[in-house]
């Protein structure tokens, strides 16, 4: 489906399922939407709705194979309520693609409910949201964003979250062989510019992603916590910048560049190489575990290598 240039009122999700919707281009092509109050809560609790492409969700009998290419998604979300499905791209989409989108005004960019596979988004801006950037939250695999710039988020800029939400088995809500590469993160304002929270087995996720000025937290963090699966997280890094990040939260915690935190199972292999952290407002790398579990789990074998820092607002 070709969508020509223009700007169109969309107030709702539209459902894309074996399909490719291409526009003009997204200075040219608009899909534009107010963000709307439910009549009702729907069952996933959201009580609000807004512009947005969303795949089916596997539950729902998903296909995907399909692909949005070039064209700008305006919203109009006007506060972060954490139930509400009012996002950019949506649902599960796999074997599909996403390129040349602008998501603006949303309350995140993109996020993925798993389980799905095989889906790359590229050379997409996604700013100016509420919460993430892009998010891929259980049972997402063999999934990637390359060439993409997010600027200004209320929380993390990338996100990999294995969501153990399925009792009993939590193999289905692994995230594996997910890769965020050659990206550009710029202020998020709450959390993380990239973040794996139990990255499952086998990660293998690798970034490339300048950044810069992350207020609240580390530009790269790697934890294991929030109800995610069990696992020891394997996380591969290489030639990350930072420039000017870590800052001093609100409450005086010191943040880092790049953390590795500790929180409810031992983190395990997650080597820097090629690595700089110019200028960083407090540390540039720091390991820490939770304060309730520092007896109980560690960071052992980390391995740095060719690690470059100029300048740092303590160590």
């Given at each position: 489906?070709?969508?020509?240039?223009?700007t169109?009122?969309?107030?709702?999700?539209?459902?894309?399922?074996?399909?490719t919707?291409?526009?003009?281009?997204?200075?040219?092509?608009?899909?534009?939407?107010?963000?709307?109050?439910?009549?009702?809560?729907?069952?996933?609790?959201?009580?609000?709705?807004?512009?947005?492409?969303?795949?089916?969700?596997?539950?729902?009998?998903?296909?995907?194979?399909?692909?949005?290419?070039?064209?700008?998604?305006?919203?109009?979300?006007r506060?972060?309520?954490?139930?509400d499905?009012?996002?950019?791209?949506?649902?599960?989409?796999?074997?599909?693609?996403?390129?040349?989108?602008?998501?603006?005004?949303?309350?995140?960019?993109?996020?993925?409910?798993?389980?799905?596979h095989?889906?790359?988004?590229?050379?997409?801006?996604?700013?100016?949201?509420?919460?993430?950037?892009?998010?891929?939250?259980?049972?997402?695999?063999?999934?990637?964003?390359?060439?993409?710039?997010?600027?200004?988020?209320a929380?993390?800029?990338?996100?990999?979250?294995?969501?153990?939400?399925?009792?009993?088995?939590?193999?289905?809500?692994?995230?594996?062989?997910?890769?965020?590469?050659?990206?550009?993160?710029?202020?998020?304002?709450?959390?993380?510019?990239?973040?794996?929270?139990?990255?499952?087995?086998?990660?293998?996720?690798?970034?490339?992603?300048?950044?810069?000025?992350?207020?609240?937290?580390?530009?790269?963090?790697?934890?294991?916590?929030?109800?995610?699966?069990?696992?020891?997280?394997?996380?591969?890094?290489?030639?990350?910048?930072?420039?000017?990040?870590?800052?001093?939260?609100?409450?005086?915690?010191?943040?880092?560049?790049?953390?590795?935190?500790?929180?409810?199972?031992?983190?395990?292999?997650?080597?820097?190489?090629?690595?700089?952290?110019?200028?960083?407002?407090?540390?540039?790398?720091?390991?820490?575990?939770?304060?309730?579990?520092?007896?109980?789990?560690?960071?052992?074998?980390?391995?740095?290598?060719?690690?470059?820092?100029?300048?740092?607002?303590?160590?």
């Open positions: 489906m070709f969508i020509p240039a223009g169109y009122q969309v107030n709702r999700h539209i459902v894309v399922d074996d399909v919707i291409e526009g003009a281009g997204n200075w040219y092509t608009i899909i534009r939407g107010h963000q709307v109050t439910l009549a009702s809560p729907l069952p996933d609790g959201s009580v609000h709705t807004g512009v947005g492409f969303y795949g089916k969700y596997v539950e729902d009998g998903a296909v995907a194979i399909t692909s949005t290419v070039d064209f700008a998604i305006e919203g109009d979300v506060e972060r309520v954490d139930t499905q009012a996002n950019g791209v949506g649902g599960a989409l796999s074997d599909s693609s996403v390129s040349g989108l602008y998501i603006h005004h949303t309350k995140v960019g993109l996020w993925f409910d798993g389980p799905m095989d889906l790359t988004v590229s050379n997409t801006i996604v700013a100016d949201v509420l919460a993430d950037g892009v998010n891929f939250r259980r049972g997402v695999t063999n999934s990637k964003v390359v060439n993409s710039f997010l600027p200004e988020h929380d993390d800029a990338m996100a990999m979250w294995s969501h153990n939400v399925t009792a009993g088995h939590p193999e289905v809500d692994e995230n594996a062989n997910d890769v965020f590469d050659h990206n550009t993160v710029q202020t998020p304002t709450l959390a993380n510019g990239s973040r794996s929270t139990a990255a499952g087995t086998p990660p293998s996720r690798t970034t490339s992603s300048p950044t810069r000025s992350a207020r609240k937290r580390p530009t790269r963090r790697h934890a294991l916590r929030q109800h995610a699966v069990r696992r020891l997280p394997e996380v591969h890094r290489q030639h990350d910048s930072a420039r000017r990040d870590a800052r001093v939260e609100l409450e005086h915690r010191s943040r880092c560049d790049l953390a590795l935190r500790a929180a409810g199972v031992d983190q395990r292999r997650c080597p820097g190489h090629g690595d700089n952290f110019l200028q960083s407002t407090y540390n540039a790398i720091m390991e820490v575990a939770e304060w309730s579990v520092k007896d109980l789990y560690s960071i052992p074998n980390v391995h740095y290598k060719d690690i470059h820092v100029d300048g740092t607002g303590t160590s």
